[in-house]
C-alpha cells in the first residue's frame, strides 16, 4: 500500500520557500542600492534559484516522495537532489506520533513521527487520513 | 519497601550551586573571618543547602511487583522532587545493561553508582542512576563474577597502545583548560597566577627556538604535546585493567584504574559486534573487537571495548567464546550471500583524500606566496589525506555487506579505521539508501544499517550498486528470523 504526500504539500513548501525568500530580496535591495552591479548579479542568481525552487524542486521533491507499507515494512523515499530511502520493520517501533505546525493544519496536512530504538524518523506533509492510517496499522502491528 | 539512596546524593542538588555560592563563601572566610562580605552569602547557603537535604529525604527507590496477565513483573521505582513530584518506573525485564562507576571520592563515602539503561533510554542519560551504598551492588557484582565460564584480561601493554591511538592533543587540551579553569575559580587569582607562570619560567621554547622553530610554532607543539599526554593519561586511566568475562546473564566488563567501572550487559543489550583496525594495526594483524549496546559510551570519549589489539589466534579464541552464534560469520562468507562494491568505484573511494591533497597543495602555494615562512609546515598536512588514501585503498579491496537466514556481516571504513561487523538481523532498526547526484549517475549509493541502540549507532557502507543491495533480502523480506 501507497501514500502519496498530501496534494497540498506543494503549496506549504512554495510558501515556505516565498517566506525564506522575503528576507533575502530585502537583502538583495540592500546590496543593490550600495553597490548596484553585485546587487544585480546577486538578484539575477537569487531569482533564478527562486524559480528554480518553485517550478522544478517543488514538483519533482512531491513526487519523488513516498510512503510504502510492504510485506510489515514501512518504506520513506524522498529528496530529489540528495535522494534517501529509509525502510523499517513496523515491529521495531517503539512510538509513533502526528504533528501538525499551524501552517500544515490549515493545508489539512501533518507528520508522522515514528521512533524506533534511536533516533526518529519523520515523514512530513503527509495527508491527514493517510497520516492516521498508518498510525492504525503501525499500532496493529504492535499489538500483533 | 522504599529505599533511601545514599547521602551522597545530596551531591547531586548542590552540586549546581556549589561553586558559585559554598566556594565563594568558603574563600571569603579563609581570607577575611571577620569581614561583613565573608558571611553575607550564609544565608543563601543555608537554604540552599537546606532545600538540597529536603530534596533528598523526599527521593527513595525500592522494587514492586505487579500482575500482568497471571505474570508477576518485578518493577524498580525511583521517586524524586520537592516541589515537582517525579515517579520513575522500570520494568526489571526491560533493564538491558547495568553500568557501576567507582571513583576515590565515592570510594570516600562508600558509594558507587548505579546507572540502569533500557532499549528507551535517552541517548544522553541512563534510564536511572541510582547512588547506593557499595556493599550491596559489589556483592552482586562478585556474585556474578563466580558465574563466570570464560575470561579475557587485556596486557597492560596492549592498553597502553590503544591509549595512545585514541588519544587525541585537542580533547586532552579541553581537560587541561576545564582543569585550569576550574582551579581559577576555586582558588582565586593568585594560584591561577601561579599555574600560568609556570609557562613563563620553561626554557624549552627557547631551545626550539634555537634550532630554528619560529616561537609560536614551537608553543603550540608543546601545547599539543601537552594535549596529547593528557588525552593518554584520561584514556589509560580508564582502560587500565580491562577485563572482559561471559556469564549466564551477559557480557561482564570490568576496567580503570581511580576512576573504575563494572558493566553487566545483557544479551538484549548487545545489538552488534564490530573488530576494527587502523592500518598500523591491519600491517601488524592485530584487531580491535567493540560492541555495539544499549547503555554504554554516554561519557564522551567512551568505547565499548570487549578485546585490545588482540592478534587472529585470540581473535578467534576468544570471540568464539564470547559469542559462538556470530564469531564464525568474522572469519568467513561461506553459504551467505554477498555482495560487493563494483570494481570500477575505486576512484569513488579515493576522491575524498584526493581532493583533500589538492587542497593542501593549493594552501601550499599560498603560504610560498605570502607566508614562506611556514610553508614546510603545511605540506605536513598531506600525512592525512595520505593516511586516508591507502586506508580507503584497504576499504575498496575488503568491502562487503552479506547476509544469511540470521546474521548480517558488513565490512566498511568509519574515519581512520576499517570495521568488520557482525549483528543479528533482528537488531536491524532501519536500513537508509542514500544517493548524491553522481551516484545516481553510476547507479550506486551509500547503505546505512542502523541498529538498535539508544544512540542510534549504525553502519554506513558506501558505493555499492543499487540493483545489488536489491539482492540482499533483509531490505525486504517480512519477518525475521529470531
Redesign the interface.
Same mark, same amino acid.
Given at each position: 500500500m501507497e501514500f502519496a504526500l498530501g496534494k497540498n504539500s506543494i503549496r506549504l513548501w512554495r510558501i515556505r520557500g516565498t517566506l525564506v525568500a522575503l528576507p533575502a530580496c530585502f537583502v538583495c535591495g540592500i546590496v543593490a542600492a550600495l553597490f548596484p552591479i553585485v546587487g544585480i548579479i546577486l538578484c539575477i542568481i537569487f531569482i533564478v534559484i527562486y524559480l528554480l525552487y518553485y517550478f522544478w524542486y517543488v514538483p519533482r521533491l512531491f513526487h519523488s516522495s513516498l510512503a510504502s507499507l510492504?510485506? @510489515?515494512?514501512l518504506t520513506w523515499r524522498t @529528496?530529489v /537532489?540528495?535522494?534517501? $530511502? %529509509?525502510? /523499517? $520493520?513496523l515491529e521495531?517501533i /517503539?512510538t509513533a506520533s502526528i504533528s501538525r505546525t499551524p501552517l500544515q493544519s490549515l493545508l489539512g496536512l501533518c507528520t508522522l513521527s515514528v521512533r524506533?530504538? @534511536?533516533?526518529p %524518523?519523520s515523514l512530513r506533509q503527509l495527508a491527514e487520513p493517510d497520516a492516521r492510517e498508518l498510525l492504525r496499522r503501525i499500532e496493529e502491528a504492535a499489538d500483533d | 519497601m522504599t529505599k533511601r539512596p545514599h547521602v551522597v546524593t545530596l551531591w547531586n542538588y548542590l552540586s549546581r550551586f556549589f561553586f558559585l555560592l559554598i566556594v565563594p563563601l568558603v574563600q571569603a572566610v579563609f581570607r577575611a573571618p571577620f569581614s561583613e562580605v565573608a558571611w553575607s552569602s550564609l544565608p543563601g547557603v543555608i537554604a540552599v543547602v537546606g532545600i538540597a537535604c529536603f530534596q533528598y529525604l523526599s527521593c527513595g527507590y525500592g522494587v514492586t511487583a505487579v500482575e500482568d496477565s497471571g505474570r508477576s513483573l518485578s518493577i524498580l521505582y525511583w521517586n524524586s522532587g520537592l516541589f515537582f513530584y517525579k515517579h520513575r518506573i522500570l520494568p526489571a525485564d526491560c533493564v538491558a545493561s547495568v553500568f557501576l562507576r567507582l571513583n576515590p571520592i565515592l570510594d570516600l563515602f562508600g558509594a558507587v553508582q548505579v546507572m540502569l539503561d533500557s532499549p528507551a533510554a535517552n541517548a544522553k542519560r541512563p534510564s536511572l542512576t541510582l547512588l547506593l551504598h557499595k556493599k550491596e551492588p559489589m556483592s552482586w557484582w562478585n556474585q556474578l563474577r563466580e558465574e563466570i565460564t570464560h575470561r579475557y584480561a587485556a596486557s597492560p601493554v596492549r592498553v597502553v597502545l590503544m591509549a595512545i591511538s585514541w588519544s587525541n592533543p585537542a580533547s586532552g587540551l579541553l581537560v587541561i583548560g576545564l582543569l585550569l579553569n576550574r582551579a581559577g575559580k576555586l582558588l582565586g587569582e593568585e594560584l591561577t597566577r601561579q599555574l600560568y607562570g609556570i609557562y613563563e619560567s620553561v626554557n624549552q621554547t627557547q631551545r626550539l627556538i634555537a634550532w630554528g622553530l619560529p616561537p609560536t610554532v614551537a608553543i603550540v607543539g608543546w601545547l599539543m604535546a601537552l594535549g596529547w599526554f593528557c588525552a593518554f593519561l584520561v584514556q589509560f586511566f580508564r582502560y587500565a585493567f580491562f577485563t572482559a568475562g561471559t556469564c549466564p546473564t551477559g557480557t561482564m566488563i570490568s576496567r580503570g584504574m581511580f576512576f573504575r567501572s563494572r558493566q553487566l550487559l545483557t544479551d538484549q543489550a548487545i545489538r552488534a559486534v564490530a573488530i576494527r583496525q587502523t592500518l598500523m594495526m591491519r600491517l601488524l594483524h592485530l584487531s580491535s573487537v567493540y560492541l555495539h549496546t544499549i547503555g554504554s559510551g554516554k561519557e564522551k570519549g567512551d568505547r565499548s571495548l570487549l578485546m585490545a589489539a588482540a592478534n587472529t589466534q585470540e581473535l578467534r579464541y576468544h570471540l568464539a567464546r564470547f559469542y559462538p552464534k556470530e564469531s564464525p560469520y568474522f572469519f568467513s562468507r561461506e553459504g551467505m550471500t554477498s555482495i560487493r562494491p563494483p570494481k570500477n568505484s575505486l576512484l569513488s573511494f579515493l576522491l575524498v583524500p584526493l581532493l583533500h591533497a589538492a587542497a593542501i597543495f593549493l594552501l601550499y602555494a599560498l603560504f610560498v606566496r605570502y607566508l614562506a615562512l611556514f610553508s614546510p609546515l603545511v605540506l605536513f598536512l598531506l600525512v592525512f589525506p595520505m593516511y586516508h588514501l591507502l586506508l580507503r585503498t584497504a576499504a575498496y579491496r575488503n568491502s562487503f555487506l552479506a547476509e544469511d537466514d540470521t546474521h548480517i556481516a558488513a565490512c566498511g571504513y568509519v574515519s581512520d579505521q576499517l570495521f568488520t561487523a557482525v549483528l543479528p538481523k533482528s537488531a536491524v532498526q532501519a536500513v537508509v539508501i542514500r544517493q548524491n547526484p553522481l551516484q545516481r549517475r553510476s547507479g550506486r549509493c551509500q547503505v546505512r544499517l542502523c541498529i538498535g541502540t539508544e544512540k542510534g549507532a549504525c553502519f554506513d557502507l558506501r558505493h555499492f550498486r543499487v540493483e545489488d543491495i536489491q539482492q540482499l533480502s533483509f531490505l525486504w523480506e517480512e519477518t525475521e528470523q529470531p
Open positions: 510492504e510485506n @510489515g515494512r @529528496g /537532489l540528495f535522494s534517501v $530511502r %529509509i525502510s /523499517l $520493520r521495531t /517503539l524506533p530504538v @534511536g533516533a %524518523i | -
